[in-house]
């Protein structure tokens, strides 16, 4: 960070704390050793930003009102977790979060690190296709180093999966429901996805990137005609925005939650909030993937997280991956 910026984000903090009143532009000066020219220049740059200040010749500054954006200032100020957030890296545009994620943890940035952007111009979805992150959602990625053996490392996925079904019910008067493996659709299309890309030896995980896409707040005529079909935004089936920073730190709360969980009391016990939300099991499927084509009865899902589909002749058959479509009705 610069020292500029670093200045900038002295000057946010000290207005945030003091909200209730007025500080000086001469306080603000002395208390960071620059020019009060200084000051009202990195005071003009915060309202660029969409921060509302107050300002009086005669008191000085009053932060009115914070912009509902998810900048790491504003993250940090009211997160409540211990390991998700550690370090917060913000962008306002990337190709992937994923992929900046995957070279930190490479470079061994700590379990927790979060990289966010405001939106992804080459974002990744699951089967090597592309995902549509525009500016109105939430994307990002964390670091994590599980202590899981790679082949349950899909366990993640549930973990957020119910996280995030947990964060739209707590807020929202929507009703969540999760497709097999990880997609929470409402009113049966989708509105989050995950994807997470792991670099592990036969025994052990060297680190896993967790990539979750919200469509939180964005109009339904800014998606492509082709995935207006499918999907979704929270904001259209609500009709109206959700304040994003308090969707996003109540998410990372679930998640955190939901990950210590995992750890301590097993799987099990996700699986058993994954039914809570899950559209999938009990259902005539169809799952396709690389391999070809299957359908049947979606049964259970196993300890690796894998769908169980009985086909006619009674065979169950175990798919690892794939995309699920529900034999009724949207997909
Ligand atoms: C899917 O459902 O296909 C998975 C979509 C995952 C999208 C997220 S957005 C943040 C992270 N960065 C990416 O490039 N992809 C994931």
Redesign the pocket.
């Known amino acids: 960070m610069s020292r500029t910026s670093k200045r900038k984000q002295q000057v946010l903090k000290i207005l945030h704390r003091n909200q209730e009143q007025y500080i000086s532009g001469q306080e603000l000066s002395d208390k960071l050793g620059v020019s009060r020219t200084a000051i009202w220049k990195y005071i003009q740059s915060l309202r660029e930003q969409g921060y509302v200040i107050d300002s009086s010749s005669k008191l000085g500054y009053r932060l009115v009102k914070a912009p509902d954006i998810l900048s790491p200032e504003e993250i940090k100020k009211d997160l409540k977790t211990d390991i998700l957030g550690c370090k917060v890296i913000y962008h306002e545009e990337v190709e992937?979060?994923?992929?900046l994620a995957k070279s930190a943890a490479r470079q061994g940035a700590d379990e927790g690190t979060i990289i966010l952007a405001k939106e992804?111009v080459?974002?990744?979805?699951?089967?090597g296709?592309e995902?549509f992150?525009p500016a109105g959602g939430i994307?990002?990625?964390i670091i994590l180093h599980p202590d899981l053996k790679p082949t349950v490392a899909s366990r993640i996925n549930f973990v957020a999966v119910v996280a995030l079904a947990k964060t739209i019910d707590k807020l929202t008067d929507l009703t969540p429901e999760i497709k097999w493996p990880n997609?929470v659709l409402i009113n049966g299309k989708?509105v989050t996805?995950?994807?997470t890309e792991m670099s592990a030896e036969i025994e052990q995980i060297n680190y896993l990137v967790l990539?979750?896409?919200i469509n939180l707040n964005i109009g339904l005529d800014k998606f492509p005609s082709e995935l207006q079909k499918k999907a979704t935004s929270i904001q259209e089936e609500l009709g109206q925005k959700v304040p994003k920073l308090q969707f996003f730190l109540t998410l990372l709360e679930n998640l955190e939650e939901k990950y210590t969980k995992l750890q301590i009391e097993g799987f099990a016990e996700i699986v058993e909030e994954w039914e809570d939300y899950n559209i999938t099991i009990g259902n005539e499927v169809t799952v396709s993937n690389g391999e070809g084509t299957l359908s049947g009865q979606a049964v259970d899902i196993n300890d690796e997280g894998c769908l169980l589909v009985e086909l006619s002749d009674g065979t169950i058959k175990k798919v690892v991956a794939g995309e699920a479509t529900l034999n009724t009705e949207y997909n």
């Open positions: 992937s979060t994923n992929l992804q080459g974002g990744k979805g699951r089967l296709r995902y992150c994307w990002f990625s997609d989708k996805g995950i994807l990539g979750i896409g």
